[in-house]
Structures are given as structure tokens and as C-alpha cells.
């Protein structure tokens, strides 16, 4: 049973460009959820998704950043005109429904991206 | 609002020597606990979770956590340290109204010597 999947694992990105991170949750899990680890910080949740719904997105800064999970494929963060302060490790977790798995959510290897 | 404090950013061991690694938190509400492992340039493994139940939490790797409900503590212990347990180690609390909110410390990086 492969884990959740995240690609690309390293993206180097200049100034004004577009970064998209893609995830893939583990199967059976309906739940995906993002979280961003700064440079010597602890994680930070920042969206909350389910198929074609956004449940939770008090964490994701106001402007530049969506994310999406289709009906079809995998969840994807956008990140619109990066700036060097967005580079950062971006994670990917997953779940099914809670109850179901102890309220335990599995994490993918992360996501690296460099503004330069 | 929860939070989680890692009260030593690094702790430094000799192989086979026992490490406890400390985690308190502050949450006005019930909460469920969790200790994630991250090896260099790898994702979050969960070592163990407290849920409800017995206070003594055994984990993956050898590594056991207490759930202290009056000191607010959650600390993460393992008698016997080997060379492989070198990594960064998170402690995270969520609560019972948005469960899949973790909050995280900062990370406490545990460097096994030979």
C-alpha cells in the first residue's frame, strides 16, 4: 500500500514564477491536508481538503497561494509569483474519515522549494 | 488556541545511553498527542500517538511517551540510543473539534555520538 505521494520533491523556482506541488493520498484516504515547514520552524497547517471542497484554509496566506483536490487526480498547491520567502519544505498528509484511524494523519516526504 | 514547546532545540547522546526528550503544551481543551520522527530530507514519521487510555504510550524504534495531564508534559523517552536515531524529533497536539489541525513544536534535533 504506497504512501502519500508527493511530486516534485525538490523545485527551484525565480522570483515571479509559478510553483505547483502535487500529492497523491494514500489509497482509500478522502482527506488531504498541506502544511509548510519554514527554515528551523515546526510544521504550520495551512489547508484543510476533501474531494472538490475546501473545509479549512484559516492557515494559507491570503494572496498568491490556493490549493485544490479534484474529483479526479491528485490535491495540488499553487503557489502564483513565489518570493524568496516561500521557499520552504510543503506536506502533504492524508486521512480517511476520523474515527476511522485513530485521528492519525500520514505524511508524504515533503515537497522542497527554492526561490531564487 | 494550543501550543507546543520543545524545551531543547538539540540534545546531544553517546550511542546506548538513554534519551529523554522533553514536550509540553498549553490547550485550554482535551487533546491528543503526537511524536513525529523527520530523517535528513525525508518526511514525518509518526513514532507514537496518545489518544485516550492508558498514559504510558509505547511507540515504533524502541521509544515510549508519558502523558502528564497536570504538568501539560508529553515526553518522549528511549533507555538505549543507537547511531540510526539521529533525526529531528516533533511533538504536536491537536484537539477534539479540529482533530486533523496539528500544532507543532520546533523540532528537537537528537545527534547519537559513537
Known amino acids: 500500500n504506497a504512501g502519500v505521494m508527493q511530486n516534485p520533491r525538490h523545485l527551484v523556482r525565480r522570483r515571479g514564477q509559478e510553483a505547483r506541488l502535487r500529492c497523491s493520498p494514500m489509497k482509500g484516504h478522502s482527506h488531504v491536508y498541506w502544511y509548510r515547514q519554514l527554515p528551523e520552524e515546526g510544521l504550520k497547517f495551512m489547508v484543510y481538503?476533501?474531494?472538490?471542497?475546501?473545509?479549512?484554509e484559516s492557515g494559507m496566506p491570503k494572496e498568491r497561494f490556493s490549493a485544490e483536490f479534484p474529483k479526479e487526480g491528485p490535491s495540488i498547491l499553487r503557489i502564483q509569483q513565489v518570493v524568496r520567502g516561500d521557499s520552504a519544505a510543503y506536506f502533504c498528509?492524508?486521512?480517511?474519515?476520523?474515527?476511522?484511524?485513530?485521528?492519525?494523519?500520514?505524511f508524504g516526504e515533503g515537497s522542497w522549494l527554492t526561490v531564487v | 488556541a494550543q501550543s507546543v514547546t520543545q524545551l531543547d532545540s538539540q540534545v546531544p547522546v553517546f550511542e546506548e545511553a538513554p534519551v529523554e526528550l522533553r514536550c509540553n503544551y498549553s490547550?485550554?481543551?482535551?487533546?491528543?498527542l503526537f511524536w513525529y520522527v523527520q530523517y535528513p530530507n525525508q518526511g514525518l514519521q509518526l513514532l507514537l500517538k496518545?489518544?485516550?487510555?492508558?498514559?504510558l504510550v509505547k511507540g515504533i524504534n524502541g521509544f515510549e511517551a508519558e502523558f502528564n495531564k497536570s504538568q501539560t508534559s508529553f515526553h518522549l523517552r528511549k533507555p538505549s540510543v543507537h547511531i540510526s536515531d539521529t533525526a529531528e524529533y516533533f511533538c504536536?497536539?491537536?484537539?477534539?473539534?479540529?482533530?486533523?489541525?496539528?500544532?507543532f513544536g520546533k523540532g528537537t534535533l537528537l545527534t547519537v555520538n559513537p
Open positions: 481538503l476533501q474531494k472538490e471542497n475546501i473545509i479549512d
Open positions: 498528509a492524508s486521512s480517511p474519515p476520523f474515527g476511522s484511524s485513530g485521528n492519525t494523519i500520514y
Open positions: 490547550s485550554s481543551v482535551s487533546v491528543y
Open positions: 496518545y489518544l485516550s487510555g492508558s498514559t
Open positions: 504536536a497536539v491537536s484537539t477534539g473539534g479540529s482533530n486533523y489541525k496539528l500544532t
